[in-house]
């Protein structure tokens, strides 16, 4: 699976928009993006996942650079609870097969009042 | 729909004992995943396994550590003869057999603690 890099730490206002940015330049054709999240030690969360559209959901918008080596996840209003490490992980999705996920180090977003 | 069970939540073993961690997935789901947690570290794949086969263990310590997915009942990881180092948070994922649906859905993990 390639390689991401994200920035440590973020810090975001309630209510405003955060933003939070990922590189995956050795990104391969057959490579999805994928955004997890944990809370304070619990199990990580899934938020959402693409592979070269812009995907949206209820929890957050994707969206992904036309040459795929970049993301950038949105979360449109963040909230106290939007506190925690946001994962951005490539990983290939084959048929009748489902691999295992790398996590890296993860940004630290922390949402103030 | 449940979510991914696993248990105990908390699990305190002394130095030299077994350590059995449960994980019972999400309805439906018949492929597992175990992850480990060190402290104030991210999170590492350990072990994948489907109904009775392991299909991916590279992750795995070879020396004290197996896991199981039976027929029936959960799977189970288990640690033998626990050393401090192995005090982590240990979480398990689920997911179902087809590649619609690929992700993973984690359970709030079990966490050990070696005295």
């Known amino acids: 699976d390639a390689k991401t890099t994200q920035p440590t730490s973020m810090d975001c206002a309630e209510g405003r928009a955060a933003n939070l940015p990922c590189n995956h330049s050795t990104i391969s054709g057959n490579e999805y993006v994928y955004w997890y999240r944990q809370i304070h030690s619990q199990g990580p969360q899934y938020i959402i996942h693409g592979l070269k559209n812009n995907e949206t959901n209820e929890m957050a918008s994707l969206i992904i650079t036309e040459d795929r080596k970049s993301s950038t996840l949105i979360l449109p209003h963040a909230t106290l609870r939007d506190t925690a490490v946001y994962y951005c992980i490539v990983r290939v999705v084959n048929t009748g097969t489902a691999s295992k996920l790398t996590f890296g180090t993860g940004t630290r977003l922390q949402v103030t009042l | 729909n449940a979510g991914v069970m696993q248990n105990p939540r908390h699990l305190v073993r002394r130095r030299g004992q077994e350590a059995r961690l449960r994980c019972s997935p999400m309805k439906g789901h018949s492929h597992v995943y175990w992850y480990r947690q060190l402290p104030e570290e991210g999170l590492k794949f350990m072990v994948y396994l489907q109904k009775e086969n392991i299909i991916d263990e590279s992750g795995m310590p070879k020396e004290r550590f197996s896991a199981e997915f039976p027929k029936e009942g959960p799977s189970i990881l288990r640690i033998q003869q626990v050393v401090r180092g192995d005090s982590a948070a240990y979480f398990c994922?689920?997911?179902?057999?087809?590649?619609?649906?690929?992700?993973?859905?984690f359970g709030p993990g079990t966490r050990l603690t070696v005295t």
């Open positions: 994922a689920s997911s179902p057999l087809s590649n619609l649906d690929p992700e993973q859905y």
